[in-house]
């Protein structure tokens, strides 16, 4: 059984970091595309960040250049999203994602509520 659970989100001004975390298991992240998808209130979910299962190469959205960066540890079998200089519209939830090319449909955590406000 796949689960990934995400952790680290909260209330913030703009400018501060965060940094978010999630926890995988039935899978190891070090075999798959891993990754971070946000949805703000009345949009839709998009990409923010990724690493390949195929090359291990990361890939960002950007909006999120230069200010967000994706790490995992294969140890742990953890991804992380470290968030600098946040702005009011990095608002969103946000959620950890696990896929691979031979499966049906990726997996999902519930999300984890980031709001960036002064």
């Known amino acids: 059984q796949v689960q990934l659970v995400e952790s680290g989100g909260g209330l913030v001004q703009p400018g501060d970091s965060l940094r978010l975390s999630c926890v995988v298991s039935?899978?190891?992240?070090?075999?798959?595309?891993i990754g971070w998808f946000r949805q703000a209130p009345g949009k839709e979910r998009e990409g923010v960040s990724c690493?390949?299962?195929?090359?291990?190469?990361?890939y960002n959205a950007d909006s999120v250049k230069g200010r967000f960066t994706i790490s995992r540890d294969n140890a742990k079998n953890m991804v992380y999203l470290q968030m600098n200089s946040l702005k009011p519209e990095d608002t969103a939830v946000y959620y950890c994602?696990?896929?691979?090319?031979?499966?049906?449909?990726?997996?999902w955590g519930q999300g984890t509520q980031v709001t960036v406000s002064s």
């Open positions: 994602n696990a896929d691979h090319s031979t499966w049906a449909h990726g997996y």
């Open positions: 039935g899978v190891t992240v070090a075999a798959t595309t």
């Open positions: 690493i390949s299962e195929v090359d291990g190469n990361i």
